[in-house]
Nanobody
Framework: VQLQASGGGLVQAGGSLRLSCAHS?????MGWFRQVPGKGREFAAA????????YYADSVKGRFAISRDNAKDTVYLQMNNPGPEDTAVYYC????????????????????WGQGTQVTVSS
């Protein structure tokens, strides 16, 4: 499975940014994680294969939205009202799923990873 993340960049606090992840894994559950230097990868959001189920870390709930377009084999992370604390390298991840509605929320559950895209939020 190949994953290609894009859409990162510099955004002002309170603005918005949309990350995209093009993937080749049909029938995969997907997730977004983020990492800052010196820390492990932190879960941000996950979506089931069907797109019907999503799950968010408390730190992004209500501000970020994950979605997918299976016709385009792309997963999105809409970042609304980001703050400086959201500055990180964002990674998309994929894994074979046990069923269309399953979501996975830990890094160890994912098999495939994209290369990461830097998001910098200025105050």
């Amino acid at each position: 499975v190949q994953l290609q993340a894009s859409g990162g960049g510099l955004v002002q606090a309170g603005g918005s940014l949309r990350l995209s992840c093009a993937h080749s894994g049909r029938s995969s559950a997907m997730g977004w994680f983020r990492q800052v230097p010196g820390k492990g990868r932190e879960f941000a959001a996950a979506v089931s294969w069907s797109g019907d189920n999503t799950y968010y870390a408390d730190s992004v709930k209500g501000r970020f939205a994950i979605s997918r377009d299976n016709a385009k084999d792309t997963v999105y992370l809409q970042m609304n009202n980001p703050g400086p604390e959201d500055t990180a390298v964002y990674y998309c991840a994929a894994r074979p799923t046990l069923g269309p509605g399953y979501v996975y929320t830990t890094a160890g559950e994912y098999t495939y990873w994209g290369q990461g895209t830097q998001v910098t939020v200025s105050s």
